[in-house]
């Protein structure tokens, strides 16, 4: 338990460098507030926040000062207090990212990624299903960012994605919880064996219409639209875009962002399977479509597809919203396996048996036969499975099972507390490396 009177005693002389390292106080969360001063520290086993105010935070009275919990009441004070630690709606800048943080501590390194670019984060972004096997709320998600951008004293404007969402309740849900984005799910509506491009999307364009209307049209919420039509087994034709994109359009559906299904598989957590030059040509016209109608071309499911990204730079010129999740997952397991090969073990393990359970809620053609054996690994081969695409599918759409094993999520949410610092940088590194390429451009620094 840390003694802040000291800095703040310094912070109130204007001094002009604060001893924030020593003292435990995040450097880019101390903020100034009417006489006084807000900020983060670290306690060792958590985070808290200290305020010189009285009764704006719900927390423990230590020598005149109010040391509080990370809960959802201390994030509703930060949004309040801070419009920066608030998501705003992000989707007509050029470029946007939505990286989903499964775990609600992958934004520090998040941050110091988009930090380096030009590309503008949705931090909080998360779906049905992955609140689901997460055992989280929008607001969870929400407030986790909330917390990583008042950290890290980031000011650049975040948005909050509630993704892939299907019904008017669910997406009723995300706007009141303080969404700036929704991700409509049109699949449902979605007839493949209908002839022409009218039947098969006909259904998709009146479900659109009548979502716009009730959430959108009158502008109750701040919030922007995505429209995904990608979860379906064929691709979208250029053709059939262009199509959807006059349908909606002539309708008066406003829309920032459209997420067609290209050619070839983007499947989870790994690599883009198909023909490069199909894809060149067919995502050359579907840039050409979405410029041509006012919106941004959506890349959904884009972890870690590198050998299309120089190829989606090239055409989209700028202007696109790259969607990933899973990948955030895997670099934290990946540092589980390099710190604590005895817990990646006993995570591998719960993973082999849940994966056929887990293969309801995705898309992956993984072949475990392709996956060694752990007995046959040493300690010091285990990070090479995250290499390894069908070892990284098995441990990607497992992430609910693992987690909801009481035992190993403590003992993950531990390791991951010691390991902060080595996970925030291999984010950097890792979603830096996805926003350097698509952006055509390496990061700044």
Same mark, same amino acid.
């Given at each position: 338990?840390?003694?802040?009177?000291?800095?703040?005693?310094?912070?109130?002389?204007?001094?002009?460098?604060?001893?924030?390292?020593?003292?435990?106080?995040?450097?880019?969360?101390?903020?100034?507030?009417?006489?006084?001063?807000?900020?983060? @520290?670290?306690? &060792?086993?958590? !985070?808290? %926040?200290?305020?010189?105010? *009285? #009764?704006?935070?719900?927390?423990? $009275?230590?020598?005149?000062?109010?040391?509080?919990?990370?809960?959802?009441?201390?994030?509703?004070?930060?949004?309040?207090?801070?419009?920066?630690?608030?998501?705003?709606?992000?989707?007509?800048?050029? @470029?946007?990212? &939505?990286?989903? !943080?499964? %775990?609600?501590?992958?934004? *520090? #390194?998040?941050?110091?990624?988009? $930090?380096?670019?030009?590309?503008?984060?949705?931090?909080?972004?998360?779906?049905?299903?992955?609140?689901?096997?997460?055992?989280?709320?929008?607001?969870?998600?929400?407030?986790?960012?909330?917390?990583?951008?008042?950290?890290?004293?980031?000011?650049?404007?975040?948005?909050?994605?509630?993704?892939?969402?299907?019904?008017? $309740?669910?997406?009723?849900?995300?706007?009141?919880?303080?969404?700036?984005?929704?991700?409509?799910?049109?699949?449902?509506?979605?007839?493949?064996?209908?002839?022409?491009?009218?039947?098969?999307?006909?259904?998709?364009?009146?479900?659109?219409?009548?979502?716009?209307?009730?959430?959108?049209?009158?502008?109750?919420?701040?919030?922007?639209?995505?429209?995904?039509?990608?979860?379906?087994?064929?691709?979208?034709?250029?053709?059939?875009?262009?199509?959807?994109?006059?349908?909606?359009?002539?309708?008066?559906?406003?829309?920032?962002?459209?997420?067609?299904?290209?050619?070839?598989?983007?499947?989870?957590?790994?690599?883009?399977?198909?023909?490069?030059?199909?894809?060149?040509?067919?995502?050359?016209?579907?840039?050409?479509?979405?410029?041509?109608?006012?919106?941004?071309?959506?890349?959904?499911?884009?972890?870690?597809?590198?050998?299309?990204?120089?190829?989606?730079?090239?055409?989209?010129?700028?202007?696109?919203?790259?969607?990933?999740?899973?990948?955030?997952?895997?670099?934290?397991?990946?540092?589980?396996?390099?710190?604590?090969?005895?817990?990646?073990?006993?995570?591998?393990?719960?993973?082999?048996?849940?994966?056929?359970?887990?293969?309801?809620?995705?898309?992956?053609?993984?072949?475990?036969?392709?996956?060694?054996?752990?007995?046959?690994?040493?300690?010091?081969?285990?990070?090479?499975?995250?290499?390894?695409?069908?070892?990284?599918?098995?441990?990607?759409?497992?992430?609910?099972?693992?987690?909801?094993?009481?035992?190993?999520?403590?003992?993950?949410?531990?390791?991951?507390?010691?390991?902060?610092?080595?996970?925030?940088?291999?984010?950097?590194?890792?979603?830096?490396?996805?926003?350097?390429?698509?952006?055509?451009?390496?990061?700044?620094?």
């Amino acid at each position: 338990m840390r003694d802040y009177t000291g800095f703040i005693r310094e912070y109130a002389s204007g001094a002009p460098r604060l001893d924030c390292a020593r003292r435990g106080v995040y450097p880019g969360s101390v903020n100034a507030l009417e006489g006084g001063v807000v900020f983060m @520290a670290d306690e &060792g086993e958590e !985070d808290v %926040l200290v305020c010189t105010h *009285p #009764g704006l935070f719900a927390g423990q $009275e230590r020598g005149g000062l109010t040391v509080a919990p990370l809960n959802h009441g201390s994030a509703d004070v930060l949004r309040r207090l801070f419009p920066f630690a608030k998501p705003a709606p992000v989707l007509s800048r050029d @470029a946007t990212c &939505g990286v989903g !943080d499964r %775990l609600g501590i992958a934004s *520090p #390194g998040h941050i110091r990624a988009f $930090e380096a670019s030009d590309v503008s984060p949705v931090l909080a972004q998360q779906s049905m299903r992955e609140l689901k096997l997460t055992n989280r709320s929008f607001a969870d998600v929400i407030d986790a960012a909330t917390f990583s951008v008042f950290r890290a004293g980031y000011r650049g404007g975040f948005g909050a994605d509630g993704d892939h969402l299907k019904t008017p $309740e669910d997406i009723f849900l995300a706007l009141e919880t303080g969404c700036s984005m929704i991700t409509l799910d049109c699949s449902d509506h979605i007839r493949r064996e209908a002839p022409d491009a009218r039947g098969i999307y006909g259904g998709a364009i009146a479900f659109a219409k009548r979502i716009y209307d009730e959430f959108f049209a009158a502008g109750g919420y701040a919030a922007e639209l995505e429209i995904s039509i990608d979860e379906t087994d064929a691709p979208t034709s250029p053709e059939q875009h262009r199509f959807i994109a006059r349908e909606l359009l002539s309708r008066g559906v406003k829309f920032a962002t459209l997420a067609p299904r290209f050619c070839g598989e983007f499947q989870k957590g790994i690599d883009y399977i198909g023909g490069l030059a199909q894809f060149e040509r067919e995502i050359e016209i579907h840039a050409g479509i979405a410029r041509e109608h006012g919106y941004k071309l959506s890349i959904h499911s884009g972890s870690d597809k590198f050998s299309v990204f120089p190829i989606i730079a090239k055409h989209v010129q700028g202007r696109f919203h790259l969607k990933t999740a899973g990948t955030s997952w895997l670099e934290a397991m990946r540092v589980v396996a390099e710190t604590d090969p005895a817990l990646y073990r006993a995570c591998h393990a719960k993973a082999l048996a849940s994966f056929g359970e887990a293969k309801q809620y995705y898309h992956v053609t993984t072949n475990l036969g392709n996956v060694p054996p752990l007995e046959t690994l040493s300690d010091g081969a285990l990070p090479a499975l995250f290499e390894n695409p069908d070892a990284r599918q098995l441990i990607h759409i497992t992430y609910g099972f693992i987690l909801g094993d009481g035992t190993l999520r403590a003992r993950l949410y531990a390791l991951w507390r010691r390991e902060r610092r080595a996970y925030s940088d291999t984010l950097f590194a890792h979603i830096g490396r996805h926003l350097a390429l698509i952006a055509g451009k390496p990061l700044r620094g």
